[in-house]
């Protein structure tokens, strides 16, 4: 069965950072593009980041460029979001999520298997 595991919430400062971490079951999971999105409540899942199966392509949300990074060890069948700068806008439960196509990565809708989310919390 196909499972995504995130790890690596919690709480921290604003200006600080946190790593979280998404682990995947699945024999060809490392041929799959993941990708990261976050709902805060009362708000509408909004797109964070991607990146392709290679690695060699990613997409980030306007609001989170030049502050979060995200990449992948396909010899682990993890996708990482290292997450810096941290700002109180961006507390939210964090999914990752895992698509076959790459066409509009932004789009919750065209991926195929989600996690269960991991809180991230930052205080002001």
């Known amino acids: 069965q196909v499972q995504l595991v995130e790890s690596g919430g919690g709480t921290v400062q604003a200006g600080g950072s946190l790593r979280v971490s998404c682990a995947a079951s699945?024999?060809?999971?490392?041929?799959?593009?993941r990708g990261w999105f976050r709902q805060a409540p009362g708000k509408e899942r909004e797109f964070v980041a991607a990146?392709?199966?290679?690695?060699?392509?990613?997409e980030y949300a306007d609001s989170v460029k030049g502050r979060f990074t995200i990449s992948r060890d396909n010899a682990k069948n993890t996708v990482t979001l290292q997450m810096n700068s941290l700002e109180p806008e961006d507390t939210a439960v964090y999914y990752c999520?895992?698509?076959?196509?790459?066409?509009?990565?932004?789009?919750?809708?065209?991926?195929?298997?989600w996690g269960q989310g991991t809180q991230v919390t930052v205080s002001s």
């Open positions: 699945g024999p060809t999971f490392s041929r799959y593009h």
């Open positions: 990146i392709t199966w290679t690695g060699s392509t990613t």
């Open positions: 999520a895992a698509t076959t196509t790459w066409r509009r990565p932004g789009l919750p809708g065209n991926y195929n298997y």
